[in-house]
């Protein structure tokens, strides 16, 4: 059997040329096939620039959003006053008294409230601690006598004024830090280091309803002159941890506030220590300053351990 070999479109000579085909090579073969494409390739480079600086543009606009809201932020930083130790009954008799006590120093954009204390309360069915709070708020469930507030001025020389002044409601004083300043952790009166070392005491076993009155009140009855007291309390309801941390005028008076350890504020003997750094714990806590700290026994923490779980450390015969 002769075989033929085999040429090109013979196969398809076979089946036949659909239009199709005719067209599709038509169009292979028409000469303006290539400046189509070439503007076609162009429109798409041009499409793809276009949203490149689509982009660039956006991320500008972005980044100015950004920069301006951090700059009004800095603004209402520098014109915002951080109260401590509101006296409050109410949350509306409280913003009141706010507004009476310190409109003096200045016109005032806004007012708010913060570490409202409020009394235990059952929270409703499907409800959450937040919508307790707000519950517990508007019906003036409170368990504390005292809060912190913001208090934003027009013009940030009111914030200095009013630092420098300073402010006691109902014989109470209250506590009052330019935000930016203690952002910064400089007191903008006297220039110094809020969280001086050398000049700052720890002050633990504190009963959790003292205030920081009653603590000034303990130095000063001793002749010990105090900057600033900072007692930590919790977020919740604002009741005290019962330690804090107080700021001395000068550092010469640290022994005479020393001295001051085993007083007695409410039946309560107080501790009071030099305040020491925290070193190599992490990140998270460098930096803070604390009171003397017990030391942790691993050894005798296992022993108790073991005894209580009733086994028996097996001693080694001599």
Do not use: W
Request: hydrophobic share 35%; glycine share 6%; net charge positive.
């Amino acid at each position: 059997m002769s075989s033929t070999p085999y040429e090109p479109g013979q196969l398809a000579s076979l089946f036949g040329t659909s239009d199709a085909n005719k067209v599709f090579h038509n169009q292979l073969n028409d000469p303006e096939i290539p400046a189509i494409l070439a503007t076609k390739h162009k429109r798409g480079r041009e499409k793809r620039k276009e949203d490149i600086e689509a982009k660039k543009l956006k991320k500008k606009s972005k980044n100015e959003e950004e920069k301006r809201v951090v700059e009004e932020g800095e603004s209402k930083d520098a014109r915002t006053l951080f109260v401590g130790s509101v006296p409050i009954s109410t949350p509306k008799a409280a913003l009141k008294l706010l507004k009476q006590s310190f409109q003096q120093f200045g016109p005032i954009e806004s007012l708010r409230l913060r570490s409202v204390p409020i009394a235990p309360t059952a929270i409703p069915s499907g409800g959450t601690y937040k919508t307790m709070r707000k519950v517990s708020v508007i019906q003036n469930k409170l368990e504390n006598a005292s809060c912190n507030a913001y208090i934003v001025f027009k013009q940030s020389e009111s914030v200095e004024k009013a630092v420098s002044t300073g402010m006691e409601v109902s014989g109470k004083k209250l506590r009052l830090d330019a935000v930016v300043a203690a952002r910064n952790h400089i007191n903008k009166e006297t220039d110094k280091n809020l969280f001086d070392r050398t000049r700052t005491v720890f002050i633990g076993n504190l009963p959790f309803d003292a205030t920081e009155t009653d603590v000034t009140n303990i130095f000063q009855n001793s002749d010990v002159r105090v900057e600033d007291v900072r007692l930590i309390r919790n977020r919740e309801d604002n009741t005290g941890k019962g330690f804090g941390y107080v700021l001395l005028e000068t550092a010469d008076m640290m022994d005479a506030a020393l001295a001051l350890n085993g007083e007695t504020l409410n039946k309560r003997e107080i501790r009071v220590t030099r305040c020491q750094r925290i070193k190599n714990i992490g990140a998270t806590t460098k930096g803070n300053f604390v009171g003397t700290k017990a030391v942790f026994d691993g050894k005798k923490f296992a022993s108790m351990r073991l005894k209580k779980k009733g086994i028996k450390k097996n001693k080694k015969k001599q």
